[in-house]
């Protein structure tokens, strides 16, 4: 089984900045794809960015430009640099990994959750 712990969220004025990391543990080879997620009250959750492990990433047009994601696949961490920040994206963040290979070589037929981490962007 594979625990994700998100850790970096707090709370922080529009313009600043937040960074965001996410440690994967358990019998993991390899983790193909993490990405981060975030849900405001009210709202769906939503893709904010994603990345390969080939380091191939993908945003959410709202963030384009102010966040970026990164990633350690040796520690098996992902990281989501947050810039400008504004007060829409006050929500509560997830950390999520996807097409796992365990430690035996075997693939995952699920994808993993962090407990979430809320980032306030506030006055």
């Known amino acids: 089984q594979v625990q994700l712990v998100e850790s970096g969220g707090g709370v922080v004025q529009p313009g600043g900045s937040l960074r965001l990391s996410c440690a994967a543990s358990?019998?993991?080879?390899?983790?193909?794809?993490m990405a981060w997620y975030r849900q405001a009250p009210g709202k769906q959750r939503e893709l904010v960015a994603a990345i390969t492990s080939g380091a191939s990433t993908n945003y959410a047009d709202s963030v384009k430009g102010r966040f970026t994601i990164s990633r350690d696949n040796a520690k098996n961490t992902v990281y989501l640099q947050m810039n400008s920040l504004k007060p829409e994206d006050t929500a509560v963040y997830y950390c999520?990994?996807?097409?796992?290979?365990?430690?035996?070589?075997?693939?995952?037929?699920?994808?993993?959750w962090g407990q979430g981490t809320q980032v306030t962007v506030s006055s």
């Open positions: 358990g019998r993991i080879f390899s983790i193909n794809r």
């Open positions: 999520n990994a996807d097409r796992v290979t365990y430690s035996d070589r075997s693939y995952s037929i699920r994808d993993y």
